[in-house]
């Protein structure tokens, strides 16, 4: 079974830096799309960013410039280095894969909490 699992959230305060991973396991290819959303309190869940199976990234507006989102192709990973963070960054960042191989499956990790306050 595929697993993904996500790491990196916390506490930060306003203009700080987090670095969130999700690693999967039972995926041994990079044949897949991989993405961060969002669920902040009381809203629907929102793309983040996502990276392609060749490395072509894609950002929501209100991230663009302060976010990167990247993978790596050896352990099967994708980051998410968000920098200069605002309160309303605060959410439950899950990460997807969605393989491409098949008829494709999209995953989901548990989610990990990021809080920006001061």
């Known amino acids: 079974q595929v697993q993904l699992v996500e790491s990196g959230g916390g506490l930060v305060q306003p203009g700080g830096s987090l670095r969130l991973s999700c690693a999967a396991s039972?995926?041994?290819?990079?044949?897949?799309?991989m993405a961060w959303y969002r669920q902040a309190q009381g809203k629907q869940r929102e793309l983040v960013a996502r990276i392609s199976a060749s490395g072509t990234t894609n950002y929501a507006d209100s991230v663009k410039g302060r976010f990167t989102i990247s993978r790596d192709y050896n352990i099967i990973t994708t980051d998410l280095q968000m920098n200069s963070l605002k309160p309303e960054d605060t959410a439950v960042y899950y990460c997807?894969?969605?393989?491409?191989?098949?008829?494709?499956?999209?995953?989901w990790g548990q989610g990990t909490q990021v809080t920006v306050s001061a």
């Open positions: 039972g995926i041994t290819n990079n044949f897949n799309v």
């Open positions: 997807n894969v969605k393989t491409l191989e098949g008829r494709g499956r999209d995953y």
